[in-house]
């Protein structure tokens, strides 16, 4: 017996085809709690399902996953539709998810709150309102052309304003594409820019029908619009993100128009008031104005205008004599300035200076000469004394009184017999000098007591 081995893809294969043609599993409903989901944006989405005993894998297409409102979150418990197929590659069995929706509160409610909770993090309801226009000239209505909105709000205000022009800017306000049709009229409103309010609604309905206007991008077109927008969706208990953001929020499409306008008749009535307090108020001015006129024509600036001269004529009188009196002091005082400064010019004017310079130049020469001739004086004394004391200290003046002196053949002086070594000298007197010879020397007491 040959036995016939399966090759691991047509096994594969074989379990896939048991999974695809059984019929309770082409269409399965599972609860479960949300595992391993990590949102990819435009893009399929890969996840688990799980309970306290098991888990399978699953996977939800891009198109079946953008039907759904909400977003899912980790730890989520859901109800799902789907087929459970296996997947060849890996041999692993795992559910493709058609529909998905929270398991315990409804898709629709939990999106609402999981943009409700973004757009209040974002500040989107906290921002500051617009207020509304008292008077509006133009009002936009965004809302269904057929429904008892626009009859309403035209109605309401024909009744209470009839001034006001009322455009209607259609718009579908109920299914899949309504949200884009009402962010479109929006800002086609904005753009034309000559509205001064605008008014977005549509009658009541169940959480469904009012879908449109709980969708992010309505909401934030509202919040970007410049002109003030009033929202007026559903009944009193209905409350959408389109009535979160808006500047002001009306329970109903009548109430909505009362809010846009005032009523006429009362505008009226209190202008008519206003007219006439404007009118009393200007009586009383006037008035008021003629007794004032009146006690200044009694005052006696009008009858009797020259006392008014009189009090004037003395003080100026008083200022004119104290300006005469300021004026000489200044002049006064400017005089003196003056003589000061003409002095002291003359202590610093160059011929001032020159002639002081002048006379101390001459007494400096005066103390010269006196000084040269005291020194010339003090000189000749002084020479006249070198003089005489030369003269007594001279040779000469010894010779002339009947001394000599003696020298040998080489013009020594000899003051001492010791001296000569030769038998020549000469005698010098006052008026020459004799060469003499030496016959005989004869040594004096004093050399005989040193020879001793």
């Known amino acids: 017996m040959t036995t016939e081995y399966l090759s691991v893809t047509a096994l594969t294969k074989y379990i896939k085809r048991k999974f695809d043609v059984d019929p309770y599993l082409m269409k399965v409903y599972l609860t479960g ?51 459970i197929s296996v997947y060849e590659p890996s041999g692993s069995y795992q559910i493709y998810v058609d529909s998905m929706e929270p398991d315990g509160v409804g898709q629709l409610y939990q999106a609402y709150e999981q943009l409700k909770k973004k757009l209040d993090k974002e500040g989107l309801f906290s921002q500051p309102k617009r207020q509304l226009v008292q008077f509006p000239k133009r009002i936009a209505v965004v809302t269904s052309p057929s429904g008892a909105v626009i009859r309403d709000i035209i109605t309401t205000v024909r009744r209470r304003y009839p001034i006001a022009q009322i455009v209607l800017f259609p718009a579908l306000v109920q299914g899949d594409e309504a949200s884009t049709d009402i962010v479109k009229q929006i800002v086609k409103v904005n753009q034309l820019g000559h509205f001064d309010t605008l008014i977005i609604g549509r009658g009541g309905g169940s959480i469904e029908d009012l879908w449109p206007f709980n969708e992010e991008n309505v909401a934030r077109a509202i919040s970007s619009s410049t002109i003030p927008v009033i929202s007026s969706v559903g009944h009193e208990t209905d409350t959408t993100i389109a009535d979160l953001v808006a500047d002001v929020r009306a329970a109903t499409p009548t109430a909505a128009a009362e809010l846009a306008v005032p009523r006429l008749d009362q505008v009226l009535v209190e202008l008519k008031t206003t007219q006439n307090r404007i009118i009393n108020a200007e009586y009383q001015l006037i008035e008021q104005a003629k007794l004032r006129l009146k006690r200044l024509q009694q005052s006696t600036v009008f009858t009797s205008p020259q006392r008014i001269y009189e009090t004037f004529s003395q003080k100026l009188d008083l200022l004119r004599q104290r300006l005469e009196n300021q004026a000489d002091k200044v002049t006064a005082s400017r005089k003196n300035n003056l003589s000061q400064l003409h002095m002291r010019l003359r202590l610093v004017a160059p011929t001032y200076m020159i002639k002081e310079q002048k006379q101390r130049l001459n007494v400096l020469q005066l103390r010269l000469k006196q000084n040269q001739l005291q020194n010339l004086n003090k000189v000749k004394q002084q020479y006249q004394m070198l003089v005489g004391s030369l003269d007594h200290l001279s040779p000469l003046k010894i010779l002339g009184r009947g001394y000599t002196y003696t020298t040998d053949e080489n013009d020594h002086f000899i003051s001492k017999m010791a001296d000569l070594k030769a038998k020549t000298i000469n005698v010098h007197f006052s008026d020459g000098v004799i060469n003499a010879s030496i016959n005989k020397m004869t040594k004096g007491k004093e050399d005989e007591d040193d020879g001793r």
């Open 33 to 83: 709690e949300i595992s391993n989901f990590r949102l990819r944006p435009n893009a399929h989405q890969y996840f688990s399902l799980k309970d306290d005993h098991a888990k399978i894998s699953a996977i939800m297409f891009k198109s079946a996953f953008n039907r759904i409102k909400f977003v899912p979150e980790e730890g989520m418990k859901v109800l799902v539709t789907g087929h």
